[in-house]
């Protein structure tokens, strides 16, 4: 069975945040217990990155 958590990146774009730590992370949080930290990615280059990928230019 294939799990998925997003079903797109404009989802994952939706539950993206900075860490509000003042780290440069980005949480990406789908709830209390499911989160995945970028870090040392500051937000604003996250959804640059998404972008990227879902218009499907070279990564």
């Given amino acids: ?7 797109n990146f404009a989802a994952v774009q939706t539950h993206a945040a900075n860490d509000g730590a003042g780290h440069g992370n980005t949480v990406i949080t789908d ?6 930290t970028l870090r040392g990615v500051a937000l604003t280059a996250a959804r640059q990155r998404f972008l990227l990928c ?5 990564r």
Avoid at 1 to 7: E, R, V
Avoid at 54 to 58: S, T
């Fill in 1 to 7: 069975m294939i799990n998925t958590l997003f079903a």
């Fill in 31 to 36: 709830d209390a217990n499911d989160t995945i």
């Fill in 54 to 58: 879902e218009g499907g230019a070279a």
